[in-house]
């Protein structure tokens, strides 16, 4: 576009350097020193420190910049300095600054809060410098999405969000009233997705879906953004191959164009980097039960001797935590200490006070993980733990195919080598993070079809406009769905899935 903005953006700072430049933002750190100020000053595009000289300011201007609370807008004007100690590589010499308004009191300080707090304060804690790289990086991800698909031959199309499917299941269906007539927000756009790959080949959604569960768990929203790409004449390993090549060139996107970002929120890239250069592993369920019970290797690795040579290592490391804060706590207690290093002491301690809650944590899921390893059985579908411990032996995403029919939706194609089996597959991405994508070539036999849709005790009469997609020209298609917040956490390596969006929907969770 034609430029529209009469002042730069802090992105633009390394084109100006040694000229004189207008920037417009907000106050997201300052302090103070003798005739000095120095903001950081940030505008969406980045972070940057301006330097304010009561000398070149005037008095007046001076004692206005001293004052400004956090979060204060403003107008700044100077010269650009490059200054690589500087964050963002650049610092900018004020010579006139207007305030637009001084905010006081700005809720979310620098001390740490908890995360009820912040959830609770969303609006404003977006500000926040791992937020906005997080949100950069949910962005850059759509981005590659569409270019991906797009760039493949796949049409874009919107799913209906109201409803009379049930598609994954009745048990976490949102009902809501449309005109009198009872309704469903959508689960997943995949039956309409079907339709539109009958009529273009090649098509994936990207919109808004809905899940009525009722728990609280890191992994889980009850509004999140799905992509599902449907393809006829594709069958499960041809899905398995796209599957593979679409993660991987997300995956090689965002590695290139975030890399910032990613620095930002100190993501060890290892993983993201193997995703890019290794096969994904294809494991089918039955070797996924044994390698989960630990009767079969992965690479000379064994689930359960790695769980508990891990538990050892975490009572070890929790040990030497714990002797390095009594003597630390010893010394403080001896006396004699300057104030500067009973402080760097006290510090210390604090520092592994937490890392030791943090084992502890560990220290009490490992044995749950063992116990449900050791004990799984086949038929079942993977528990969040059950994904750990299978993803930890790989390194890099892993595809889990064919599954027992009783764990998987109605729509997917039985295998007709062995009818205990669909033909579907989770992507498992690694590091924990577990389930990402979720797929299937779809059952195109139209009476097997109706005989899942009684099984499953779902009303016939509204698959009816579905099974005429078997009726007319039906044909062999696949496709999957991927979760855009899943995808979004495992890149950006946060705990929790609340912080993948923007104003986050969950159980319990409404506001703001
Ligand atoms: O495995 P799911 O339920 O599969 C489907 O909905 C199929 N109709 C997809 C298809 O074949 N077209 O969900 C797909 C993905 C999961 O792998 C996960 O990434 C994400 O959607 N997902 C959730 N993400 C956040 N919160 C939830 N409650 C989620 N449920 C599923
Ligand atoms: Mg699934």
Known sequence: MNRIEPFQYISELKDHAGAQVELRGWVSNRRDSKGLVFIVLRDGTGFAQCVVNEESVGAEQFEAAKRLGLESSVILWGEVREDERQIGGYEVQVSKLQVIQDAADYPIAKKEHGVDFLIENRHLWLRSTRQWAIMRVRNRVIYAIHNFFQANGFLQMDAPIFTGNAVEGTTTLFETDFFGQPAYLSQSGQLYGEALAMAHGKIYTFGPTFRAEKSKTRRHLSEFWMIEPEMAFYDLDMDMDLIEQFIKAVVADILEHCKQELETLGRNTTFLENAVQLPFPRVHYDDAVRIIRGEQDVNGKNSIQTLEADLEALRAK??????????????????????????????????????????????????????????????????????????????????????PAEVKAFYMKRDPNDEKYVKGVDVLAPEGYGEIVGGAEREDNIDFLIERINNEGLPMEAFQWYLDLRRFGTVPHAGFGLGLERFVMWFTGIQHIRESIPFPRFYGRLKP
């Open 318 to 403: 929790k040990a030497e935590c714990e002797k390095e804060i009594a003597e630390r706590e010893a010394k403080i207690a001896a006396g004699g200490m300057k104030k500067g290093e009973v402080n760097f002491n006290q510090n210390k301690i604090d520092t592994l006070k937490n890392e030791v809650k943090d084992l502890d944590e560990q220290l009490t899921n490992i044995p749950q993980w063992l116990e449900s390893a050791r004990n799984f059985e086949w038929g079942g579908d993977l528990g969040g733990s059950d994904e750990t411990v299978l993803t930890r032996l790989f390194d890099c995403p892993v595809m889990v195919y064919n599954w």
